[in-house]
């Protein structure tokens, strides 16, 4: 699955889709960045509800497909803008994180 068609798939608002043909290898819910940095493996899709710039940093050191927010958590254009730089596809959702996984689960 690519990150378009997860959007697509599961109705997820794009913040940042710069790379839209990213294939999605598997996925890592997690908001302790420092212990998903060392957890979650590249072409991954991460879901978490954290929305600081870091979560960007992560995605790229890793080199995750896509970041899905939950629970419609607020996200600054400072973020989004730096997620379009460092081209990160960064997606939204008012799903909670469980639920969202156990959809996600049912497509990857």
Same mark, same amino acid.
């Given at each position: 699955?690519?990150?378009?068609?997860?959007?697509?798939?599961?109705?997820?608002?794009?913040?940042?889709?710069?790379?839209?043909?990213?294939?999605?290898?598997?996925?890592?819910?997690?908001?302790?960045?420092?212990? @998903?940095?060392?957890? /979650?493996?590249?072409? #991954?899709?991460?879901?978490? $509800?954290?929305?600081? !710039?870091?979560?960007? *940093?992560? =995605?790229?050191? @890793?080199?995750?497909? /896509?970041?899905?927010? #939950?629970?419609?958590?607020? $996200?600054?254009?400072? !973020?989004?803008?730096? *997620?379009? =730089?460092?081209? @990160?596809?960064?997606?939204?959702?008012?799903?909670?994180?469980?639920?969202?996984?156990?959809?996600?689960?049912?497509?990857?």
């Amino acid at each position: 699955m690519t990150a378009v068609q997860l959007k697509d798939t599961m109705g997820l608002e794009v913040l940042s889709m710069p790379c839209p043909e990213l294939e999605i290898e598997g996925a890592y819910a997690g908001d302790l960045l420092s212990w @998903v940095m060392g957890r /979650a493996t590249e072409g #991954c899709v991460l879901v978490t $509800i954290m929305t600081n !710039v870091n979560v960007v *940093a992560v =995605a790229t050191l @890793v080199g995750m497909s /896509a970041v899905v927010i #939950c629970e419609n958590s607020e $996200i600054t254009d400072e !973020v989004i803008n730096t *997620a379009r =730089a460092k081209s @990160v596809n960064l997606f939204r959702t008012s799903k909670p994180v469980y639920e969202f996984c156990i959809e996600l689960g049912k497509v990857i």
